[in-house]
């Protein structure tokens, strides 16, 4: 059971981070912020007329990225991310990885974008669609991403999720559980990847995932960051975890992309 537990943990990482990455050289720590208190830098909100309009994440129909993994438990890997959809409240990601597709659905709110569902972008994540089915979220609170971002920038995102486990006996047990995220932006850093050089932001991450699965609890504490470059979004992660007890280190680099 506490393998299983430790698969789905890297879906839910990358519902908050929109993939998990570890915490390097050179990285910002994340910084918890305390329940009502005042962020050190304010943040901006989008203006009334296009709440989908953010300065790290283009939300354009049919823009694609290819990723590439190294390091994961599965071996290196490729995927490709698609907006669609794009509407004046949200938009949809879709995520394909070989022969199969995973849909994920964001809102847009003058507070930022927010992911309202799971999604599916790493190997830990995506083995964890394998291990249960319904998986659903609820009660979401703060954002993914800001509408603008500027070093030393802090936000939280919250949701409490839900679903079944997969079961050989046919009574598959309910899993629930909650996820909270404090996040905290960095400088920017000059990076250099397939896809391009960028002069790209570093999110730093701590997230607390408490579950809980038949009789089974586990609370999970984690620390990532990711790099995201203005007006083009994620580029470069790089994370560290534990999967069916083996250690391992994961970096995901963005190939290539085409925005409309």
């Known amino acids: 059971m506490k393998n299983v537990i430790q698969v789905f943990a890297g879906a839910i990482l990358l519902v908050a981070t929109l993939t998990a990455c570890g915490l390097g050289a050179g990285s910002p720590t994340a910084i918890p912020v305390e329940p009502g208190a005042t962020p050190a830098v304010p943040l901006p909100?989008?203006?009334?007329?296009?709440?989908c309009a953010n300065e790290y994440f283009a939300v354009k129909n049919n823009a694609t990225y290819t990723y590439s993994s190294t390091g994961s438990p599965s071996g290196p890997y490729t995927f490709t991310r698609t907006i669609t959809n794009v509407r004046a409240d949200g938009f949809t990601v879709s995520t394909q990885v070989k022969d199969k597709t995973y849909t994920q659905e964001w809102a847009c709110k003058p507070e930022g974008l927010t992911?309202?569902?799971l999604g599916a972008t790493d190997a830990p994540s995506m083995l964890a669609f394998e291990k249960f089915t319904d998986l659903q979220g609820s009660n979401i609170s703060g954002v993914n991403l800001p509408p603008s971002l500027v070093p030393g920038a802090e936000w939280t995102y919250g949701l409490d999720i839900q679903g079944l486990e997969k079961a050989k006996d046919g009574n598959p047990a309910t899993m629930t559980g909650r996820v909270a995220v404090t996040y905290i932006a960095g400088n920017k850093e000059s990076l250099t990847i397939p896809a391009g050089a960028f002069e790209a932001i570093a999110i730093a991450a701590n997230t607390v995932i408490d579950f809980n699965v038949a009789a089974a609890k586990l609370s999970i504490n984690s620390a990532y960051t990711v790099w995201y470059a203005p007006g083009v979004g994620w580029v470069k992660s790089s994370g560290n975890g534990k999967l069916g007890g083996?250690?391992?280190?994961?970096?995901?680099?963005?190939?290539?992309y085409n925005i409309p």
């Open 115 to 117: 992911a309202v569902q």
């Open 45 to 51: 909100t989008a203006q009334p007329g296009d709440l």
């Open 246 to 256: 083996q250690d391992y280190f994961e970096t995901i680099v963005l190939e290539s």
